[in-house]
């Protein structure tokens, strides 16, 4: 019998392995990045890839939202990278996402394993 991991593509496997409390629990401790208001959620970004249909994107590509903003970006009535292209909207938020994740780092001395971004 073949094993299910041989079955599932490499990088549905990768994604779904993905998956970080510490760094969500750090994530909802942020200001939300469009109003600047606390509590946050962890809002995963799908522009990046690295979700699909019914795939959660990595945790590590989760933004800090309130759930007001939350809602507004999940419903399409907010957009928080601008109007531009869908190529450089996805540079602008893995510039975000980048940036968050060295934060985390200095901040918490727990370091992201580079194949997680």
Not at 24 to 51: D, F, M, S, T, V
Not at 55 to 84: M, Q, R, S, Y
Not at 89 to 99: A, G, P, S, Y
């Amino acid at each position: 019998m073949t094993p299910l991991s041989e079955l599932i593509p490499g990088s549905l496997q990768k994604i779904k392995a993905i998956r970080d409390s510490n760094y969500l629990a750090w994530i909802r401790k942020q200001q939300c990045i469009k109003c600047y208001r606390k509590p946050c959620e962890a809002a995963h970004q799908r522009i990046l890839g690295n979700g699909g249909t019914g795939i959660k994107p990595p945790d590590h590509d989760a933004v800090p939202l309130c759930h007001d903003c939350h809602v507004k970006e999940h419903n399409g009535c907010l957009t928080f990278w601008g109007i531009g292209v869908k190529h450089e909207t996805k540079i602008h938020v893995e510039k975000l996402r980048d940036r968050l994740i060295e934060r985390y780092e200095k901040e918490t001395g727990q370091l992201i394993m580079e194949n997680k971004r």
